[in-house]
């Protein structure tokens, strides 16, 4: 497996990295990897119905990538288990729209466009397969004492040997920092130049999230 530059996704973490509040910022994790065929990471003529079963090779592929996003943890030995499957790609949509795209979009109405068309850009996004990471409130970076709220979603595109890894965290700001000073750092060029490539009814509406897909 190897990691992919995408001048989309580093645009659209930067943005989401330089927005936030006096109490709150976005950790913001947009992740593009590539695997060979030839690893044949999921069995295909396996007809268990479980939302816990994994082949090794996927599960030891998103630990690296969770071990590259979040340097501070070590996921390299954390039980397969925690990796769940999630079968509807509607109720993603709706989680990471309620989390991200709505806030931010109540600032700037085009992020939520190059958001999703971004991520089309890199993924069949309804051909892949879901997978969500859940210790179920061990020591990770998604159980936190900083962690308001989070998601985090691996979108594994067989057809394409793909995974794009998508996760943000919405932290509180150290005690120690002086909330008073605070100065947001976002630029507008920087979000500007991400959305001037956008198509023209590609994206979601505020009303119908799932149907944008």
Sequence with gaps: MIFLEHTGLSKIASILHSLGGPDRYFDAKLELASYSKSDSIFNDDNNEDSTYHHDHNVTSYFKTILNKCF??????????????????????????YYNVSIIVGRIFPDF????WFT????VHIRDV??????????DDPFNAET?????????VDKKQQHILFVSCITRTRADTQD?????PSFQMSMYVDSTNNKLD?????ETEVPEIL
């Design 119 to 122: 991520i089309k850009q890199v």
């Design 71 to 96: 340097q501070d943890y070590d996921f390299s030995t954390v039980n397969d288990s925690y990796f769940k499957e999630v079968k509807n790609l509607d109720n993603v949509v709706s989680n990471i």
């Design 112 to 115: 939520v466009d190059q958001f």
């Design 179 to 183: 909330k008073s000073d605070y100065t």
């Design 201 to 205: 009814g590609d994206c979601l509406s």
């Design 147 to 155: 962690c308001i709220n989070s998601f985090n979603y691996f979108l």
């Design 129 to 138: 397969d879901i997978y969500t990471f859940d210790s179920g409130g061990e």
